[in-house]
């Protein structure tokens, strides 16, 4: 048998960790919030109801009481059936033996130095205590009712004593009793405590069932946050495809959605680097090889070859700079600070776009049309864009050719074109012309990138806009930039700030 690893923590120490995980989670903290709500506020009710039952039956017992007095005091004025009574000790057996008392009441009346009168069923007996006793020896004509609680057999007793006195009653026979009523107090009290114990039941079992309902009302509540937990386990760098399921329709179901917009911005982020890096390694490994290659077989003695392959060497690296300067232009595209917005004159945009782009080559160069329209964009990517399609075309023509430029509005949407009368672009090379490094089969072996129009794409989407091309082989192209007049969100530039152009003409 092996000995125990010391460093592995003991049963007791592996529960009290579980325990902790367990109550330090919301659903428990939740629970216990509601639980601890719940019982303070039954507990609170319990304590007033107790409280106010135990009035009530005080207050009651003291009306009993005072019903018996005033029905002694009736009796002792009108006499029975018409008959008054001549002696003390007639009005006490009277009232004694008509006297009817609650399940918790027992009478007695005492005649001073005579009998005593008590009912023959009663559920305990006065004339026993001490004080009742002590009440009668000291009874006096002029002496007033006494009420207080003192000990009896059936413990807590509220009494009520009252002496009694007629005029003018026989020689010879006492002429004072005392007439005393006791209500058990504890009897009335046991039901209060009865419908405590009761009312502790029912919250009890109240309380259990706002701790399973609780119980199932978080779990499907906080379903969300746990799916977030799995799926944050679950992502990462090389998988960001995961999302959290999305139930509801409240706040914490909001917390899911704006997680799995954070996964897909995240989803974004890391393919465009991804594509960067797979962009640059690809293009750039080919003028490297060429520049290491022309280094390694340099002929350091012979100044032409030195001069030669310097020529070689500067127009690699002019190559490569742009390469450079467009992919980090592309990697930027999806940046919210990639366009500055601001309202823009439509016809200025073109006009100046036109003036940069004349020097471009000797062609025929027209304005087709030019819409006066207030657009919001950012000029300095637009007229990037447009550069790059007019440098395309005075790629792909020759001296005396048409590059014309127009602009116009149509709906909602401001339309930028140019077209040439260049030789056109197949059908089935109008998509991969805007793909990274995709070119149509008359562009083999024209000086470029590949990322031109790749980067016009990129512009017009984040103005919310396309590129729309027309062109049949032979008969030239039309590429058109569809820009919305407003975008749906605008960005206002911070105070002087300039859009940063990045990149060349591919």
Do not use: C
């Not at 004080?131 to 059936?154: G, M």
């Not at 089969?441 to 512009?459: F, H, K, Q």
Request: aromatic fraction near 4%; glycine fraction near 8%; charged fraction near 25%.
């Amino acid at each position: 048998m092996s000995p125990p690893d010391p460093s592995r923590p003991g049963a007791p120490a592996r529960l009290r960790a579980r325990l902790r995980r367990v109550f330090r989670t919301v659903r428990a903290r939740v629970l216990t919030a509601v639980l601890a709500a719940t019982a303070l506020g039954l507990a609170v009710a319990g304590v007033v109801s107790h409280a106010v039952q135990e009035d009530v039956a005080r207050a009651r017992i003291d009306r009993s009481l005072d019903q018996e007095v005033a029905e002694l005091r009736e009796l002792a004025a009108n006499g029975y059936d018409g008959v008054r009574f001549a002696s003390v000790a007639e009005l006490l057996r009277a009232s004694i033996r008509n006297d009817l008392p609650d399940a918790n009441e027992s009478a007695v009346g005492i005649v001073v130095g005579g009998q005593t009168y008590a009912p023959a069923t009663r559920p305990f007996e006065l004339e026993d205590s001490p004080r009742v006793r002590e009440l009668a020896a000291a009874v006096s004509a002029d002496a007033v009712p006494v009420r207080e609680t003192i000990e009896t057999a059936a413990g807590a007793t509220r009494v009520v004593a009252v002496p009694v006195s007629l005029p003018g009653g026989a020689p010879g026979e006492p002429v004072l009793g005392l007439y005393v009523v006791g209500h058990a107090v504890e009897a009335e009290l046991r039901a209060v405590a009865d419908n405590a114990r009761t009312f502790a039941v029912v919250s009890l079992g109240a309380l259990l069932a706002v701790a399973a309902v609780a119980w199932l009302v978080t779990a499907r509540l906080l379903r969300p946050l746990d799916d977030l937990h799995a799926t944050a386990v679950a992502v990462g760098a090389a998988d960001l495809s995961r999302r959290v399921p999305v139930h509801g329709d409240d706040d914490v179901a909001d917390v899911a959605r704006s997680f799995n917009e954070m996964l897909e911005r995240l989803e974004e982020s890391f393919a465009t680097q991804r594509r960067f890096l797979d962009d640059a390694g690809h293009e750039l490994r080919t003028p490297l090889t060429i520049v290491q290659g022309h280094l390694e077989l340099v002929d350091v003695a012979d100044p032409r070859d030195v001069t030669e392959t310097r020529a070689l060497v500067l127009d690699e690296l002019d190559r490569m700079t742009r390469l450079v300067d467009d992919l980090t232009l592309l990697a930027k595209a999806h940046q919210p600070n990639f366009v500055a917005l601001r309202p823009v004159d439509a016809g200025q945009l073109l006009d100046e776009a036109f003036d940069k782009v004349v020097p471009l080559g000797e062609r025929r160069w027209r304005v087709d049309a030019r819409a006066d329209a207030e657009v919001v964009a950012d000029p300095q990517r637009v007229q990037q864009a447009l550069i790059q399609l007019v440098s395309n075309a005075v790629k792909f023509s020759g001296p005396g050719d048409l590059v014309a430029l127009g602009s116009a509005v149509h709906g909602r949407d401001l339309l930028l074109w140019v077209r040439d009368s260049g030789p056109g672009i197949a059908p089935e090379d109008v998509e991969r012309i805007f793909e990274r490094f995709g070119r149509a089969e008359t562009g083999r072996g024209v000086e470029g990138s590949g990322l031109g129009l790749a980067i016009v794409s990129a512009i017009a989407e984040a103005h919310g806009g396309r590129v729309d091309v027309a062109s049949l082989p032979g008969a030239g192209a039309t590429f058109t930039l569809v820009l919305p007049l407003r975008p749906a969100e605008v960005v206002e530039p911070a105070p002087g700030a300039d859009a940063v152009v990045a990149g060349g003409a591919a």
